[in-house]
């Protein structure tokens, strides 16, 4: 039998994964819970792994999966919530007039399949940013579940280590919805120069936009606007075991 915290937890780390396909920080939770410490959130998550409801994965950062929930679950609009906003995801639509440069697949509300397939456009860089590629014969099936919110939609491979804290490790598969703009504090795929790619966390000052990456050991990049074009944000991750 779970206690209320673990009840509470468990159900928002299910939805943030049904939603994003990424784990919410332990700051996330910590706050989502309202606890006035990560210590917490450690118990918690013990608790859970110790009667079969949660595992973590080892050596990867930020890797919960969920085992099972209990039979009761948690209404979603019942569930915590982050306060920090920059860190959720929003399943509203980017409207933007984005001039498109990548081949992307459309997909609608009314998509009646489980799955559709997205064009893999070779690989982004998750560290220093390496050359765009652009291979549209190569396609992955994404469940429909990520891709909420209609608009056009495609797949990169990750290839780095600077966003690990995010939950986003080297050789995920990246879901992204096309857009040229985003909100501050979105990770996007940002094209830098017209010839360098890189996903990062976008954060604007003033006339400057930062290309902040979520491991200590890189460096934030920051460029003037007239350097750097936003070509999607991230809606989830896909990742092999």
Do not use: W
């Not at 009840?7 to 989502?32: H, K, N, W």
């Not at 890797?63 to 209990?70: C, G, M, S, Y």
């Amino acid at each position: 039998m779970l206690t209320r915290k673990q009840y509470l937890l468990l159900s928002f780390i299910d939805q943030r994964l049904r939603t994003t396909g990424v784990s919410p920080s332990f700051d996330e939770m910590r706050d989502a819970l309202e606890l006035k410490s990560k210590s917490g959130i450690h118990r918690l998550i013990k608790g859970l792994e110790e009667r079969g409801f949660l595992r973590r994965l080892p050596h990867r950062a930020r890797a919960l999966e969920v085992l099972r929930l209990p039979d009761n679950q948690v209404p979603e609009e019942a569930l915590p919530r982050a306060r920090d906003p920059e860190t959720r995801f929003s399943p509203k639509v980017i409207e933007g007039n984005f001039t498109p440069s990548l081949p992307a697949a459309v997909v609608t509300e009314a998509t009646p399949a489980s799955s559709v397939t997205l064009p893999l456009l070779g690989k982004i860089a998750a560290g220093t940013p390496v050359a765009a590629l652009n291979d549209p014969t190569a396609h992955i099936d994404v469940p429909t579940a990520l891709l909420t919110g209609g608009g056009e939609h495609f797949a990169l491979t990750v290839e780095g280590e600077s966003m690990i804290e995010a939950g986003i490790l080297n050789g995920d598969i990246a879901i992204l919805r096309r857009c040229d703009t985003a909100e501050n504090g979105t990770i996007v795929v940002a094209l830098v120069d017209e010839e360098e790619a890189t996903l990062k966390r976008l954060r604007r000052k003033g006339d400057s936009i930062a290309l902040e990456p979520a491991n200590k050991a890189f460096k934030t990049m920051i460029h003037g606007p007239d350097r750097v074009r936003i070509q999607g944000r991230l809606v989830g991750i896909i990742r092999q075991y």
